[in-house]
C-alpha cells in the first residue's frame, strides 16, 4: 500500500493544479519550444494556447518596443508555435526607416549561431538572438488596427521617396540643361 501514496499524492497535485487553473506563462511556452521569451512585451492580458500549438495573447493596448529597430504589438497577437518558429503570425509589425512592415514569421535555425530571423514578407530581418532574451516594456500607441496609421505612414514614406526622386530628376535637368547652354 505504501507504494500508491506517492502516486496518489502525485495524482492529487495534478488535478489540483488543473482545478485551479495553473498552466505556465506563454514565455515559458516560448521558451519550450526554443523560443526566446522576449518576442512578446510586458504587459500581457491573458494568452490562449491550444494543442495545435495555435496561440493568442491579448494585451491592454496596442504598444511599440525597440529592439534594433522598432516593433509595433496590436491588441491581440496570434500564430502557431512549432520549435523554433512561429508561423501564421498576425499582430506583430516591424519599422525600416519610416515603413512598417508585417510580422509573417519567426524562426531561429540554429540557437547556436545566436541569430533570428523575421519574415517580412520578400525578405528576411536578421537580428542577435540576445536582444529578445527577456520581456521588454512596451509604449502605448495608437491602436493600429483601429486607424490608418500604418498604411499612412506607408504614403508618407511613397510620398518622402517620390519627393526625392523628383528632386534627383530636378537636379539632373538642371545639370543636363546648364551643359547645353554652354
Known amino acids: 500500500m505504501i507504494p500508491l501514496t506517492p502516486s496518489v499524492f502525485l495524482h492529487f497535485i495534478f488535478i489540483f493544479a488543473v482545478v485551479n487553473g495553473e498552466q505556465d506563462s506563454i514565455y515559458e511556452i516560448l521558451k519550450s519550444h526554443g523560443l526566446p521569451k522576449g518576442l512578446l512585451p ?12 495555435r496561440f493568442e495573447v491579448h494585451l491592454d493596448q496596442a504598444c511599440n518596443a525597440k ?13 502557431t508555435l512549432s520549435y523554433g518558429q512561429i508561423g501564421a503570425l498576425s499582430g506583430i509589425s516591424a519599422q525600416e526607416l519610416f515603413l512598417w512592415f508585417p510580422v509573417k514569421g519567426i524562426r531561429v535555425d540554429v540557437p547556436s549561431s545566436g541569430l533570428i530571423y523575421f519574415d517580412v514578407g520578400v525578405v528576411s530581418k536578421q537580428f542577435s538572438l540576445s536582444l529578445f ?11 493600429f488596427e483601429s486607424s490608418d496609421s500604418i498604411r499612412d505612414g506607408k504614403l508618407l514614406a511613397e510620398a518622402i521617396a517620390e519627393s526625392q526622386s523628383a528632386k534627383l530628376r530636378y537636379e539632373l535637368d538642371q545639370e543636363s540643361f546648364e551643359r547645353n547652354e554652354v
Not at 68 to 79: F, K, M, P, Q, T
Not at 133 to 143: G, I, K, M, N
Open 67 to 79: 529592439f534594433e529597430s522598432e516593433l509595433h504589438y496590436d491588441r491581440n497577437v496570434s500564430g
Open 42 to 53: 510586458k504587459g500581457i492580458t491573458r494568452f490562449d494556447f491550444d494543442d495545435t500549438g
Open 133 to 143: 532574451e527577456t520581456p521588454r516594456d512596451c509604449l502605448a500607441v495608437w491602436d
